[in-house]
């Protein structure tokens, strides 16, 4: 029985194909394998139970973007406190480290709120803090206001 669920996602943006519009076939096939691509990134996720209540996530993202590669690895846990309630941290090495911390509760059948706060180290002697909260609506199945 496997336990843990993997994912894997690769993702291109930018793509540059205005020029595969030719009027010779020999042509439109040789550009058609030589699209430039701005940006790429490939990532793969591990998602496995600790306990009922707790859940581990690693994530590996590999970036490439203008030419400049970059890497990070995230480790985040979550812990449910009830159906309606969970929390969760995470930390997030790359560039520099950076310590989150997102909770979610569910207030009413439509009313829920979801905040998350996040501490980053950008350069060796300098925090950034950030914080913010939603406060969302589901009018129906699948409508949310937010």
């Given at each position: 029985?496997?336990?843990?669920?993997?994912?894997?996602?690769?993702?291109?943006?930018?793509?540059?194909a205005s020029g595969l519009c030719y009027?010779?076939?020999?042509?439109?096939?040789?550009?058609?394998?030589?699209i430039p691509i701005n940006s790429f990134?490939?990532?793969?996720?591990?998602?496995?139970?600790?306990?009922?209540?707790?859940?581990?996530?690693?994530?590996?993202?590999?970036?490439?973007?203008?030419?400049?590669?970059?890497?990070?690895i995230q480790t985040n846990v979550r812990?449910?406190?009830?159906?309606?309630?969970?929390?969760?941290?995470?930390?997030?090495?790359?560039?520099?480290?950076?310590?989150?911390?997102?909770?979610?509760?569910?207030?009413?059948?439509?009313?829920?709120?979801?905040?998350?706060?996040?501490?980053?180290?950008?350069?060796?002697?300098?925090?950034?803090?950030?914080?913010?909260?939603?406060?969302?609506?589901?009018?129906?199945?699948?409508?949310?206001?937010?």
């Amino acid at each position: 029985k496997q336990w843990y669920q993997r994912r894997v996602a690769i993702t291109a943006g930018e793509l540059d194909a205005s020029g595969l519009c030719y009027s010779n076939r020999d042509t439109y096939i040789t550009e058609l394998f030589n699209i430039p691509i701005n940006s790429f990134s490939i990532s793969q996720s591990v998602d496995a139970p600790l306990t009922e209540s707790n859940r581990a996530t690693v994530i590996c993202t590999a970036i490439n973007s203008d030419d400049i590669s970059t890497g990070l690895i995230q480790t985040n846990v979550r812990h449910t406190i009830s159906n309606d309630t969970w929390l969760e941290s995470g930390l997030t090495l790359g560039h520099g480290a950076t310590f989150a911390l997102t909770g979610y509760r569910k207030l009413t059948k439509y009313l829920w709120c979801h905040f998350r706060s996040q501490c980053s180290r950008i350069e060796r002697d300098y925090l950034q803090y950030s914080a913010g909260a939603t406060l969302g609506s589901n009018i129906g199945e699948n409508t949310v206001i937010k």
